[in-house]
């Protein structure tokens, strides 16, 4: 069993469009995140949930809003879409505990705006 | 601001070689460090994670060193294989080692020549 899915794996859609990507993880972690990586490689937080409580929200344009309806599922719905909101972007999971846990990633999904 | 940074970008060896990639990190007050590997087109998966107290983590041909005091981390592949083609990324928490997420590097790519 997947242990952190998402989806879409891809998404293709054009300017000013509104999507959603969802993400659910079965391992029963508290902590939840979304991560962007652009087309040069480089992986960044975007979000992070804790027991389904905004924790971490980087300086992302509120065009991106996280809902976590339960402690499993941290979806991303982007509205109006813009050309430099392609990339990969990448749930992922943790069990939060002091002195920090393994973070499980799904496989990304790679949206598209044209 | 945390910023970690990995050495090299690129690396193509022949199998069977043993390797070391780097990673640095500019603030070592860090609960722990992890080292994940992503496969093209795929997410990415947790290899070690070495908490602060420790000074290394073993996996099968794995060994991953953590030198707080000086900001570095090894990751040292024994007897590589054609499998381990992958790009290597190192992350450490941004603080606390809670629900804070992840600063990673940029990644090594490598290559091993069958």
């Known amino acids: 069993d997947t242990a952190v899915s998402q989806t879409p794996k891809y998404l293709v859609t054009q300017m000013g469009n509104d999507k959603s990507i969802k993400c659910e993880q079965n391992?029963?972690?508290?902590?939840m995140y979304w991560y962007k990586q652009d087309s040069k490689k480089f992986l960044k937080i975007m979000f992070s949930y804790n027991n389904k409580e905004l924790i971490i929200n980087e300086t992302v344009p509120n065009r991106f809003s996280p809902k976590s309806p339960d402690k499993a599922h941290l979806n991303l719905h982007i509205n109006s879409l813009e050309l430099g909101d392609s990339a990969v972007y990448f749930c992922?999971?943790?069990?939060?505990?002091?002195?920090?846990?393994?973070?499980?990633f799904g496989n990304g999904t790679r949206l598209t705006v044209t | 601001k945390q910023e970690v940074t990995q050495i090299p970008a690129a690396l193509s060896v022949p199998e069977g070689e043993n390797l070391v990639l780097n990673c640095s990190f500019t603030d070592s007050a860090i609960y722990n460090l992890q080292w994940f590997r992503q496969d093209p087109g795929k997410g990415l998966t947790s290899l070690l994670l070495i908490q602060s107290s420790q000074r290394e983590q073993t996996s099968g041909r794995l060994n991953a060193s953590l030198d707080k005091s000086s900001g570095r981390s090894t990751l040292y592949i024994a007897a590589s294989q054609p499998g381990d083609s992958a790009t290597y990324l190192c992350a450490v928490p941004d603080s606390g080692g809670g629900a804070d997420g992840l600063t990673f590097g940029k990644g090594t790519h490598l290559i091993i020549q069958p």
């Open positions: 992922a999971s943790s069990q939060v505990l002091r002195g920090g846990s393994p973070l499980h």
């Open positions: 391992l029963g972690h508290d902590t």
